[in-house]
Protein backbone atom coordinates (compact mmCIF):
# COMPACT_ATOMS: atom_id res chain seq x y z
CA UNK A 1 0.00 0.00 0.00
CA UNK A 2 1.44 3.29 -0.81
CA UNK A 3 1.12 6.15 1.73
CA UNK A 4 -1.04 9.13 1.18
CA UNK A 5 -0.62 12.32 3.45
CA UNK A 6 -3.69 13.63 4.63
CA UNK A 7 -4.96 16.55 2.35
CA UNK A 8 -7.04 18.31 4.93
CA UNK A 9 -10.07 20.50 4.63
CA UNK A 10 -13.20 19.45 2.84
CA UNK A 11 -11.62 16.21 1.44
CA UNK A 12 -11.53 14.94 4.87
CA UNK A 13 -14.83 12.91 5.69
CA UNK A 14 -15.38 11.10 8.71
CA UNK A 15 -18.12 8.91 7.72
CA UNK A 16 -17.48 5.69 6.24
CA UNK A 17 -14.11 3.58 7.04
CA UNK A 18 -11.90 5.49 4.96
CA UNK A 19 -11.30 9.52 4.63
CA UNK A 20 -12.42 10.69 0.83
CA UNK A 21 -8.95 12.52 0.65
CA UNK A 22 -6.61 10.44 1.25
CA UNK A 23 -8.54 7.04 1.10
CA UNK A 24 -6.50 6.11 4.37
CA UNK A 25 -8.74 4.23 6.77
CA UNK A 26 -9.79 6.16 10.04
CA UNK A 27 -8.27 3.72 12.00
CA UNK A 28 -4.44 4.62 10.32
CA UNK A 29 -4.90 8.17 10.69
CA UNK A 30 -5.76 7.83 14.20
CA UNK A 31 -2.64 5.48 15.29
CA UNK A 32 -0.82 8.18 13.16
CA UNK A 33 -1.80 11.39 14.88
CA UNK A 34 -0.74 9.46 18.09
CA UNK A 35 2.46 8.32 17.13
CA UNK A 36 3.23 12.02 15.66
CA UNK A 37 1.73 13.49 18.87
CA UNK A 38 4.14 11.12 21.37
CA UNK A 39 7.25 12.05 19.18
CA UNK A 40 5.92 16.05 19.21
CA UNK A 41 5.87 15.54 23.54
CA UNK A 42 8.99 13.29 23.30
CA UNK A 43 11.11 16.60 21.59
CA UNK A 44 9.42 18.97 23.80
CA UNK A 45 10.38 17.34 26.99
CA UNK A 46 14.00 17.23 25.37
CA UNK A 47 13.64 20.51 25.41
CA UNK A 48 15.65 20.40 21.46
CA UNK A 49 16.83 23.73 19.84
CA UNK A 50 16.76 22.03 16.52
CA UNK A 51 13.80 20.13 16.23
CA UNK A 52 14.00 19.75 12.39
CA UNK A 53 17.49 17.93 12.72
CA UNK A 54 15.35 15.34 15.19
CA UNK A 55 12.45 15.25 12.74
CA UNK A 56 15.10 14.62 9.85
CA UNK A 57 16.87 11.67 11.82
CA UNK A 58 13.55 10.41 12.83
CA UNK A 59 12.50 9.95 9.34
CA UNK A 60 15.73 9.06 7.91
CA UNK A 61 16.10 6.07 10.75
CA UNK A 62 12.75 5.13 9.98
CA UNK A 63 13.40 4.65 6.02
CA UNK A 64 16.65 2.95 6.70
CA UNK A 65 14.92 0.34 9.12
CA UNK A 66 12.06 -0.04 7.17
CA UNK A 67 14.51 -0.87 4.05
CA UNK A 68 17.31 -2.68 5.26
CA UNK A 69 17.28 -6.73 5.13
Not at 51 to 67: I, S, Y
Request: one cysteine or more.
Amino acid sequence: MKFNPCKGGAWCEDSGTHCNGCGRSHEEIAQTKVLVNNLVEFAQQQDYENPEDFAQFVGATLVRKLTTP
